[in-house]
């Protein structure tokens, strides 16, 4: 439960680390806002507080066109509460039911698709499809604010199957009409551009600098204050870049698309690389348990991700036992030499173009090279999501072994509680830190933040 004394000291402080975690919505005008709304702050006796804006909607309020709820970073307090409803959530955020059925995804979650209802009407008060429904038409308003697509190309990227449907369904939704939303009659561009909000702290610096010594020449861009790099979702192509927007607490991203019909989880995936949805202030205090008092860790040290878990799989086994340096440059080798062209730029490997080629202009064991084609051949092999998706079923293959897989999780999944107590880079860490790690210390301490106490140890190198 929202408390209301602690909620109106947030709000009046517009204090940018609650944003998302909570909404206020004013009985006088109908509207909901973010706690960091630029307007005038109303008096505490017209408004209300809810903790998703899902219940603002149901409660009869519309967002506001000012402060944008949709564009709120995504760690409402409920979040991680439940193991279940936050792996539903992320599905349906990403499409879930869209192309699917409920039946389908309370399977998928190992539930029966009645306590997947009852899950989201205790935590949330409404149903799954209607959740999933809100989920669409705030999307849609995002890139209605944000974008120059035309309108039958926002409905259609927010999964909208007609015009008519999207019309009606943003007017009983947002209590607004997609003309009420786009006020502006700009013409289309081939570059969506997009804000990706998050709560601070965020040491983009740092993120910034371990970007770029991994960074694989034509596949991924250093740029000032930047990272972009090409991609691939299905059977869409693109690619794009991202700016840190220190000031706003964001990221503006420019994206090129050929469908935009996979936009919403191509979005939902740059913000897991960036890892712009974790509360630090929560993760932080979670990895301090495994410091002295004395000892003040670097704040913001987020996870940097990899854009999929092939691409991580392959990365990781060129990467074993050599240095950084030394692994990029072997990725670059492969990218150079099997990658398809985009451009002036390049994608990744597909796993059929891996496990089809001898692998001769690589100088490495054949022991290594087979592994990498057997990975590629596995994943050319499985069509299933979650079984490619679960990167402990690749022990099987030979020469993968638990670091692999640990890497793979840290980077490719943005799994949150990963730690590498094998890597070198760890190890030094905890031999230069022991003075300032506590009596008893334990990576479990820091648990179920552990990838953040790993990055955290390489920061301090």
């Not at 997009?194 to 740029?223: C, G, Q």
């Not at 670059?332 to 994608?347: I, M, R």
């Not at 080629?357 to 290594?368: H, I, Q, V």
Request: charged share 25%; glycine share 6%; hydrophobic share 40%.
């Amino acid at each position: 439960m929202l408390n209301a004394k602690t909620c109106q000291r947030a709000r009046l402080s517009r204090d940018p680390r609650f944003d998302g975690k909570f909404f206020t919505a004013v009985k006088t005008t109908g509207i909901y806002c973010r706690t960091v709304c630029p307007v005038f702050p109303p008096k505490e006796e017209n408004v209300q507080y809810f903790e998703s804006a899902i219940e603002c909607a149901e409660a009869g309020f519309r967002p506001c066109l000012r402060c944008r709820p949709d564009s709120a970073p995504n760690s409402p307090a409920w979040k991680g509460v439940n193991t279940t409803l936050d792996r539903a959530i992320s599905l349906i955020e990403a499409g879930a039911l869209q192309d699917s059925t409920l039946t389908l995804l309370a399977e998928r979650l190992g539930i029966t698709d009645r306590y997947l209802r009852k899950l989201f009407e205790e935590n949330l008060g409404v149903s799954p499809k209607r959740y999933a429904l809100y989920q669409q038409c705030l999307f849609a308003k995002q890139l209605l604010h944000q974008t120059q697509l035309p309108i039958t190309q926002v409905a259609l990227a927010s999964g909208f199957k007609s015009i008519r449907r999207f019309n009606d369904c943003v007017k009983s939704q947002l209590q607004l009409t997609p003309s009420d939303i786009r006020k502006s009659g700009k013409k289309a561009d081939s570059t969506l551009s997009i804000k990706m909000y998050y709560r601070p702290p965020f040491d983009w610096a740092y993120m910034h600098k371990l970007l770029t010594s991994r960074a694989v020449n034509k596949l991924e861009w250093i740029v000032d204050n930047g990272y972009g790099r090409t991609f691939t979702w299905g059977e869409s192509q693109g690619r794009f870049t991202a700016y840190h927007n220190d000031v706003q607490h964001c990221f503006d991203v420019d994206i090129e698309l050929d469908d935009v019909t996979h936009l919403k989880p191509i979005i939902k995936n740059i913000r897991r690389i960036f890892d712009l949805d974790v509360d630090m202030q929560v993760v932080e205090q979670g990895v301090q348990q495994c410091f002295t008092q004395d000892f003040t860790i670097n704040s913001g040290i987020r996870l940097p991700g990899i854009w999929n878990v092939f691409e991580a799989g392959v990365r990781a086994i060129l990467g074993q036992q050599i240095s950084v340096t030394a692994a990029r440059n072997l990725v670059e080798k492969l990218v150079d030499e099997l990658g398809e062209k985009l451009g002036e730029y390049v994608l990744f490997p597909t796993p059929a173009t891996i496990a089809n080629n001898e692998l001769n202009f690589f100088k490495m064991p054949g022991a290594r090279k087979q592994t990498l084609r057997n990975f590629a051949q596995f994943f050319v092999d499985n069509h299933d999501t979650e079984l490619l998706n679960n990167p402990e079923s690749w022990l099987e293959i030979k020469g993968i072994g638990p670091w692999t897989i640990e890497y793979v999780q840290l980077r490719g999944m943005s799994h949150p509680d990963i730690f590498l107590s094998g890597d070198l880079g760890v190890k030094n860490a905890l031999t230069q830190l022991d003075n300032l790690l506590v009596s008893d210390f334990s990576a479990d301490k820091a648990s179920p933040w552990r990838s953040y106490l790993t990055f955290q140890l390489w920061s301090q190198l």
